[in-house]
T-cell receptor, first 117, second 108 residues
Framework: GAVVSQHPSWVICKSGTSVKIECRSL??????MFWYRQFPKQSLMLMAT?????????EQGVEKDKFLINHASLTLSTLTVTSAHPEDSSFYIC?????????????FGPGTRLTVT | EDKVVQSPLSLVVHEGDTVTLNCSYE??????LLWYKQEKKAPTFLFML????IEKKSGRLSSILDKKELFSILNITATQTGDSAIYLC????????FGAGTILRVKS
């Protein structure tokens, strides 16, 4: 149980284009979903927290107009990187929790490797 | 600012050895501490600890939390090459904060 999928697993896009990454909880309802990014040889950095049906809460330093998060249903959250630039190249990982906030275990998706050329 | 520090940063052992990974933290409004194993892709959940002194065990892995001294350890006994991974400690306070991880390499 507790499977989270992400799509796509990797994507290469040109500078200036937008990329959408999907995160789905396959066998449970995810009240809360989290988006992280991870640079090579570094740990995960939380970008934003989203609860179903409400606006995402972004961490300090994360541009909400650049990283659009939508949590439209209890099984799907999307992250759109708008007007991507090479410095946005990173490993993006989502996680989902069956509870509200961080009191519950988070289950991670397999990640999406984004390369912006 | 919330902080999670893991040690050692990396470790090389031989199969069969026992290893202890450390995680110390300073967070506001502590709720739980979590351990994850990360291989090539996203982290997989190992343990969640909320109470001091209660060991959690799964096969050859075990973990314990000391909320007074603000640290946790993850033990792996009889290590195998498949244990080679990055082990991440994360602490849930007002948000989930990850440590930098310990890179474990088990040589055959």
């Amino acid at each position: 149980g507790a499977v989270v999928s992400q799509h796509p697993s990797w994507v290469i896009c040109k500078s200036g284009t937008s990329v959408k990454i999907e995160c789905r909880s396959l066998d449970f309802q995810a009240t809360t979903m989290f988006w992280y990014r991870q640079f090579p040889k570094q740990s995960l950095m939380l970008m934003a927290t989203s609860n179903e049906g409400s606006k995402a809460t972004y961490e300090q330093g994360v541009e909400k107009d650049k990283f659009l998060i939508n949590h439209a249903s209890l099984t799907l959250s999307t992250l759109t990187v708008t007007s991507a630039h090479p410095e946005d190249s990173s490993f993006y990982i989502c996680s989902a929790s069956a509870g509200t906030g961080i009191l519950y275990e988070q289950y991670f998706g397999p990640g999406t490797r984004l390369t912006v050329t | 600012e919330d902080k999670v520090v893991q040690s050692p940063l990396s470790l090389v052992v031989h199969e069969g050895d026992t290893v202890t990974l450390n995680c110390s933290y300073e967070v506001t409004n502590f709720r739980s501490l979590l351990w994850y194993k990360q291989e090539k892709k996203a982290p997989t959940f190992l343990f969640m600890l909320t109470s001091s002194g209660i060991e959690k065990k799964s096969g050859r892995l075990s973990s314990i939390l000391d909320k007074k001294e603000l640290f946790s350890i993850l033990n792996i006994t009889a290590t195998q090459t498949g244990d080679s991974a990055i082990y991440l400690c994360a602490v849930a306070g007002n948000k989930l904060v990850f440590g930098a991880g310990t890179i474990l390499r088990v040589k055959s």
